[in-house]
């Protein structure tokens, strides 16, 4: 018998549950200084929240596959220094027990996901994980989210995304679902609603105070 679809809300990790954008940033920039490559950390930043495969050509203007292939040590020596944010696992909790299916979707890959997953300490909470291993093209691209409601029986009309950058509100739109941001990832208020984020907020402890004022409690109408 097919699973009837259920209410879900798709959280991004990076950026939006744990603070780990700049991180990704300085690893990129490690990555490509050894690359032979060069780009402001500033617009490196910019881009943190898509995949390898979309990161680089917009910075770069090209491929560069050694990047690509030396962010992953970079990052993993940066791990230490991998924090939640408050209210990360809270937030997961109290949507769990509403009764919303809860999957993190996210652009990084299974191993960083692992990691994320360890930090946050929420796995009770989580019902799954769509990664960078499960598809072919990283957000703003659609894929992550679109992958997510299929595997783990989402109804499109009652979910939600979670997001810090403009990247997820395009790959959520993209995916005909609605999306709601931290600022918590860098981009500001200005920029996420500019996107189309149906709201924004300071980071996932303002959306664990006010969450039943937000449009998460809504899919449960």
């Not at 560069?64 to 209210?87: H, K, M, N, T, W």
């Not at 924004?200 to 039943?212: K, M, N, P, T, W």
Request: contains cysteine.
């Amino acid at each position: 018998m097919t699973e009837a679809p259920k209410p879900g809300v798709l959280f991004d990790v990076d950026g939006t549950l744990c603070d780990t954008n700049y991180l990704h940033a300085l690893a990129w920039s490690r990555a490509l200084r050894d690359a032979g490559e060069w780009a402001p950390m500033n617009a490196i930043h910019r881009l943190v929240g898509m995949g390898g495969d979309q990161l680089v050509p917009r910075l770069l203007g090209h491929d560069s596959p050694a990047a690509v292939a030396g962010r992953p040590q970079y990052y993993e020596q940066l791990a230490a220094d991998i924090r939640p944010f408050p209210g990360a696992t809270d937030l997961l909790h109290k949507v769990h027990d509403l009764g919303l299916v809860v999957v993190l979707a996210t652009s990084a890959p299974h191993d960083e996901v692992k990691v994320l997953r360890k930090v946050l300490d929420a796995d009770d909470f989580i019902d799954g994980q769509t990664t960078a291993d499960e598809i072919a093209r990283s957000k703003p691209d659609p894929e992550v989210f679109l992958t997510a409601m299929k595997q783990f029986a989402i109804d499109p009309r009652r979910a939600l995304a979670v997001g810090d950058s403009v990247w997820d509100v395009q790959a959520a739109r993209a995916a005909g679902i609605g999306c709601v941001t931290v600022e918590s990832g860098g981009f500001s208020r200005h920029e996420l609603s500019e996107a189309g984020a149906l709201h924004v907020y300071r980071d996932v402890e303002e959306i664990f105070e006010q969450l039943f004022t937000c449009t998460i409690t809504h899919l449960l109408g």
